[in-house]
């Protein structure tokens, strides 16, 4: 099956700092890639996915970029506020599957 | 217009009770999944059901665990004399079409003393 590791497993950064946090994935069939983010105490909610027919996708300050060849993709927080303050998870899932196979997650602190 | 709705959000038992889980999906969603993280790990597949039907159990544990998702009200995880190893904070998650475009609840938190 899909197996899915996240780094870093914590980070911390200066109000208005960029933040990235990379994923690596292990079946090459996988093509949908999602983020999540987690407040404490609520569910994971959607921030942004990508498929693997394109390399990149934005959304203002949130952006995913995607290495097939690699098997890895990444997200990119700028201009990181107060309120990205949470845990944010990367999954992978193969074509026409159900099964989001997750991370173990990244607990994101950004500093005042 | 509510997303998936999850109750109860906090479950206490003590070792051997049922814990009974419940979900209601995103209105127009027919598709439930199921999901189970422990403390410091990421979210783990259990179970999907399409209304009336389990269609991949394969990520549930073969013992004391079931669910179900009736013609009409929430799907309902249900945990059988439950052990201490069960607590976890569980995830419900919809979609309006099978696939992996999944929508998540706030989850329950099950604590077992």
């Known amino acids: 099956g899909e197996n899915v590791e996240q780094h870093p497993s914590t980070l911390s950064v200066q109000e208005g700092d960029s933040a990235v946090i990379k994923c690596t994935y292990s079946d090459s069939a996988s093509n949908y890639f999602p983020w999540y983010k987690q407040e404490l105490g609520k569910g994971p909610q959607l921030i942004i996915d990508?498929?693997?027919?394109?390399g990149e996708k934005k959304d203002q300050r949130i952006a995913v970029t995607l290495n097939k060849t690699a098997k890895h993709f990444s997200l990119h927080i700028t201009e990181t506020q107060p309120e990205d303050s949470a845990v944010y998870f990367c999954a992978a899932s193969p074509p026409n599957d159900y099964k989001l196979s997750f991370g173990a997650g990244t607990t994101v602190t950004v500093r005042a | 217009n509510a997303g998936v709705m999850q109750n109860p959000r906090h479950l206490v038992r003590r070792r051997g009770q049922e814990a009974r889980l419940r979900c209601s999906p995103m209105?127009?969603?027919?598709?439930v999944y199921w999901y189970r993280q422990l403390p410091e790990e990421g979210l783990k597949f259990m179970v999907y059901l399409q209304k009336e039907n389990i269609i991949d159990e394969s990520g549930m544990p073969k013992e004391r665990f079931s669910a179900e998702f009736p013609k009409e009200g929430p799907s309902i995880l249900r945990i059988q004399q439950v052990v201490r190893g069960d607590s976890a904070a569980y995830f419900c998650?919809?979609?309006?079409?099978?696939?992996?475009?999944?929508?998540f609840g706030p989850g329950t938190r099950l604590t077992v003393l």
């Open positions: 998650a919809s979609s309006q079409y099978r696939g992996n475009e999944q929508f």
């Open positions: 990508i498929r693997s027919n394109v």
């Open positions: 209105k127009g969603h027919s598709h």
